[in-house]
């Protein structure tokens, strides 16, 4: 599976956008590119993920680029709650492994 | 529907005892897969069931094993516990284990303390 490059941390202020980047310059065609975050030592929770399109659902959208080595996860509007560990993964295949990186620590402030 | 669920969510044992760990996936989930974190390591794939059967293994020594059951409740356990198994342990279940098409959805994990 295909490696993937995030910033170790970022700084958000509650209500703005929150924009985190993935790079995964490596990821083949029949990879996905998928997002979970983690709060404070609890079960990884699924965000979203996609191919090629972009992808939007109730909690963010997923911007990937036309040739599909970087990718952005959109929190429209951040809250306090949105404090967490994200993780960008890419992946394939049947196996059901997610092989996780060390992510982005989003911080939330006021 | 309900969540995946994780028993016990705390443990403590001791160098040389084994445990037992219990995982319950979302009702129709037929994947289940075991994780370890560590602050040292991060989130590590231990091992996947499928049908009872193990799909796919992480690169973890032969103290970890697991199974699975017939409606897919899986169990993982490690033998003689070193200091080094201290961590939170996490299970993941989804319908069929396909990227394409499946989404991994986890459970509160149980939190190993080896003293």
């Known amino acids: 599976d295909a490696k993937t490059t995030q910033p170790p941390s970022m700084d958000c202020a509650e209500g703005r956008a929150a924009n985190l980047p993935c790079n995964h310059s490596?990821?083949?065609?029949?990879?996905?590119v998928y997002w979970y975050r983690q709060i404070h030592s609890q079960g990884p929770q699924y965000i979203i993920h996609g191919l090629k399109n972009n992808e939007t659902n109730e909690m963010a959208s997923l911007i990937i680029t036309e040739d599909r080595k970087s990718s952005t996860l959109i929190l429209p509007h951040a809250t306090l709650r949105d404090t967490a560990v994200y993780y960008c993964?890419?992946?394939?295949?049947?196996?059901?492994?997610?092989?996780f990186g060390t992510g982005t620590r989003l911080q939330v402030t006021l | 529907k309900a969540g995946v669920t994780q028993t016990p969510r705390y443990l403590i044992k001791t160098r040389g005892q084994q445990v037992t760990l219990s995982c319950s996936p979302i009702s129709g989930h037929r994947s289940v897969s075991w994780y370890q974190q560590t602050p040292g390591q991060g989130l590590q794939f231990l091992f996947e069931y499928f049908s009872e059967t193990q799909r796919n293994k992480g690169n973890f020594p032969g103290r970890f094993s697991g199974r699975q059951f017939s409606n897919s409740r899986s169990e993982m356990n490690v033998s003689t516990l070193e200091l080094g198994d201290s961590a939170l342990y996490l299970c993941?279940?989804?319908?069929?284990?396909?990227?394409?098409?499946?989404?991994?959805?986890f459970g509160p994990g149980t939190r190993l303390t080896v003293l």
């Open positions: 993964i890419v992946y394939t295949g049947t196996a059901s492994k997610l092989t």
């Open positions: 490596t990821i083949s065609g029949n990879e996905y």
């Open positions: 993941a279940s989804s319908l069929y284990g396909r990227a394409s098409t499946d989404t991994q959805y």
